[in-house]
T-cell receptor, first 115, second 105 residues
């Protein structure tokens, strides 16, 4: 089975530009998660979806961040306008509904640099 | 705020030794507990999960869970240089900051 697919792998852009990160979860997985990883703050949960519905977005840092999941096979995380402090690795993860032993499967991440 | 705390490290052990990694969590209602390994520049990958009190062994790895103390640990026996990585504790869907482990030949 194909794993979680994220694009782009790397993004370098200037402050103030709009950034869109994309994720395709594993087929059959009902949950999708967006994380941000930095040296200072570790792996932070930004938002997660269940059956395409946002369940908890309390980790989204500011209104500049938004996430959507229009269907079961696609999600986006958008930053507008971007700022240098948004530079980080952004991971998407998915998992299936089930018991307590359902782990998350991570994509390769998008390394974002805002100049 | 639901928090997951790990011993900050870095942790360095000689090859063949036991590495001990610890994690505490704040939400007493937490149900699922995972250990992930993350190599530099890579994404986290699952090592083990545990959801009931006690020990769970898988090869050289043993996970321990104590819900009364809100404590999870991971023991790596016969540590190998290839075990050198950052180990992340996950409680439900939240992660600790990770402990960097170096195994010296």
């Amino acid at each position: 089975d194909a794993g979680v697919i994220q694009s782009p792998r790397h993004e370098v852009t200037e402050m103030g530009q709009e950034v869109t990160l994309r994720c395709k979860p594993i087929s059959g997985h009902d949950y999708l998660f967006w994380y941000r990883q930095t040296m200072m703050r570790g792996l932070e949960l930004l938002i997660y979806f269940n059956n395409n519905v946002p369940i908890d977005d309390s980790g989204m840092p500011e209104d500049r961040f938004s996430a959507k999941m229009p269907n079961a096979s696609f999600s986006t995380l958008k930053i507008q306008p971007s700022e240098p402090r948004d530079s980080a690795v952004y991971f998407c993860a998915s998992r299936r509904t089930g018991g307590y032993n359902q782990p998350q499967h991570f994509g390769d991440g998008t390394r974002l640099s805002i100049l | 705020q639901k928090e997951v705390e790990q011993n900050s490290g870095p942790l360095s052990v000689p090859e063949g030794a036991i590495a001990s990694l610890n994690c505490t969590y704040s939400d007493r209602g937490s149900q699922s507990f995972f250990w992930y390994r993350q190599y530099s520049g890579k994404s986290p990958e699952l090592i083990m999960f545990i959801y009931s009190n006690g020990d769970k062994e898988d090869g050289r790895f043993t996970a321990q869970l104590n819900k009364a103390s809100q404590y999870v640990s991971l023991l790596i026996r016969d540590s190998q240089p290839s075990d050198s990585a950052t180990y992340l504790c996950a409680v439900d869907m939240r992660f600790g900051a990770g402990t960097r482990l170096t195994v010296k030949p």
